[in-house]
Nanobody, 116 residues
Framework: QVQLVESGGGLVQPGGSLTLACTSS????????MAWHRQAPGKQRELVAH???????FYAEAVKGRFTISRDLAKNTVYLQMNNLQPEDTGTYFC??????????WGQGTLVTVSS
């Protein structure tokens, strides 16, 4: 399995943009699905977007048209480009490598705060 390190979180004003990066310690080419989840204070963790090894992408309704997930196989990195951020996008964003049934790995999370 791999280790994941997220980066790119921070404070941004409503309407602003951020790009999150999730870098894997090993190749992501054969991992079934790489995903971004988020957890707002007091709420359950939810799926934001994922990209498969095909690659196909999926987005939660709340972020469609604003967020884009992509990957750079040469850098073993998955990105989440987030545009037109809103206060409800605030939360800790977690990267997830899903290679079940063999293994799955979570990153430590990166905090995104959208506030004026």
């Amino acid at each position: 399995q791999v280790q994941l390190v997220e980066s790119g979180g921070g404070l941004v004003q409503p309407g602003g943009s951020l790009t999150l990066a999730c870098t894997s310690s090993g190749s992501i080419f054969t991992i079934w699905t790489m995903a971004w989840h988020r957890q707002a204070p007091g709420k359950q963790r939810e799926l934001v977007a994922h990209i498969t090894n095909t690659p196909n992408t999926f987005y939660a309704e709340a972020v469609k048209g604003r967020f884009t997930i992509s990957r750079d196989l040469a850098k073993n990195t998955v990105y989440l480009q987030m545009n037109n951020l809103q206060p409800e996008d605030t939360g800790t964003y977690f990267c997830h490598a899903d290679n079940r049934p063999r293994w799955e790995v979570w990153g430590q999370g990166t905090l995104v705060t959208v506030s004026s």
